[in-house]
């Protein structure tokens, strides 16, 4: 099964670092740094993510011939890329951590430009046996082209649409748009307030969009599934972890939640499946964890070998 990822990528920098004492000139702390590293963000996370499953995996995305561009490119280990030109710098996100805390974000890299796809991009979605998009607000999926190609691809396999306040609305072939609360809250004009903001929201954006399901993620609550037609809508609770950097954990969602659709699990154990894998993510470290080489868990290695022979038995029988 050929994963198609398509939206923004971001380079993401950690700085991580040690703090004593304070500057003299200005009560901030003075980071020690001991280690910078670049990783793939965004959409680029989430193709990392799925490819470290060990599938087969294509971002399509946009991406600026600027040294942040080659940056961000050298970290898509595993992932098929194809890329659109951009006329916008690549978005640079860097996190400085002191002592294991996050204390500051240095954005970089501006508003989103208009991204530039040729004819292998459209191809690429049109071929696509899953898809997953991962919108951050910096113009991929607004454009029309990708749009069209995204709405006709969607009504033939499973797409999940993980949407950014500042991206474009999802195109209503989408099966499943996983918006967290905020992100639920604020589309839908309603103020953050648990889970009846979370079950409100729901069902406003399920109407306006038209999709087969809204799912709003609660971080440690676990995740809201709304169905149209459904009396009600589900709580999926999540397990109880420690307290831990949440960076990462929507796009492991996503990811994990297309492919438990893809593998034909009833959509409520599909959530609930993401909301697990999500939650294990988190635990073992988030996207720190992604420095270790990636080794899949049994489970996954398992359900990617049956969903491999499935394949393998209906193109012997096609």
Known sequence: MRITVVGDALLDVDVDGTSERLAPDAPVPVV???RREDRAGGAGLAATLLARDGHE??????????????????????????????????PVKTRIRANGHLIARIDEGGAGGLPQPGPEVLAAIAAAELLVVADY?????????????????????????????RGADPVASADTVTPNLSEAARAAGLPAGGVPAAAEASRL?????GCRAVVVTLGAAGALLREPGAAA????????????DPCG?????????????????????????????????????GVAGLR????????????????????DRRRETA
């Open 249 to 285: 954990a929507g796009d492991r969602f996503a990811t994990s939640l297309a492919v438990a659709l893809a593998e034909g699990l009833a959509r409520a154990e599909a959530v609930g499946r993401a909301v697990e894998e999500a939650t294990a993510f988190i635990a073992g470290g």
């Open 137 to 165: 607000g910096r113009g991929m999926t607004a454009h029309p082209g990708v749009r069209a190609a995204l709405e006709r691809r969607g009504a033939a396999v499973p797409l999940v649409w993980d949407p950014h306040p």
């Open 32 to 34: 020690d740094v001991e």
């Open 292 to 311: 270790v080489p990636a080794v899949p868990s049994l489970a996954i290695t398992t359900r990617r070998r049956a969903l491999r022979a499935d394949e």
């Open 233 to 244: 809508p589900l709580l999926l609770p999540a397990p109880s972890i420690a307290a831990a």
């Open 205 to 209: 954006l399920a109407e306006r969009w």
């Open 57 to 90: 995996v294509e971002l399509v995305t946009a991406i600026a011939e600027d040294a942040g561009g080659q940056r961000l490119r050298a970290r898509l280990d595993g992932v098929r890329l194809v890329a659109a030109g951009s006329n916008a710098p690549t």
